[in-house]
């Protein structure tokens, strides 16, 4: 697999900030054959909450190019860094 990401942070008020991201990735169906043709993508935007073990995480991320039966956006909710 292939995993691309993107994000820019700015500060909003205080320990709050606001995000705008770009991700990218992929599931290789062979490991000799890898391409860019086979690659997903998607957009979005979140807030972070700074706490001194890291950041809570609220995102929406928007599927540009949904194939059918799959949705146009999900929201995601995390603790911590992405990496």
Same mark, same amino acid.
């Given at each position: =697999? #292939?995993?691309?990401?993107?994000?820019? #942070?700015?500060?909003?008020?205080? @320990? &709050?900030? $606001? *995000?705008?991201?770009?991700? *990218?990735?992929? &599931?290789?169906? @062979? +490991?000799? !054959?890898?391409?860019?043709?086979?690659?997903?993508?998607? %957009? $979005?935007?979140?807030?972070? =909450?700074?706490?001194? %073990? $890291?950041? %809570?995480?609220?995102? =929406?991320?928007? !599927?540009?190019?949904?194939?059918?039966?799959?949705?146009?956006? *999900?929201?995601?909710?995390?603790?911590?860094? +992405?990496?």
């Amino acid at each position: =697999y #292939t995993i691309f990401n993107v994000e820019y #942070t700015f500060p909003l008020y205080g @320990e &709050l900030q $606001g *995000a705008v991201f770009v991700d *990218a990735g992929n &599931l290789l169906p @062979e +490991a000799d !054959n890898p391409g860019l043709g086979d690659m997903r993508y998607g %957009i $979005g935007a979140g807030l972070r =909450y700074k706490l001194p %073990i $890291g950041p %809570i995480r609220l995102d =929406y991320g928007v !599927n540009p190019n949904p194939r059918e039966h799959e949705d146009f956006g *999900a929201f995601h909710f995390s603790f911590g860094f +992405a990496f």
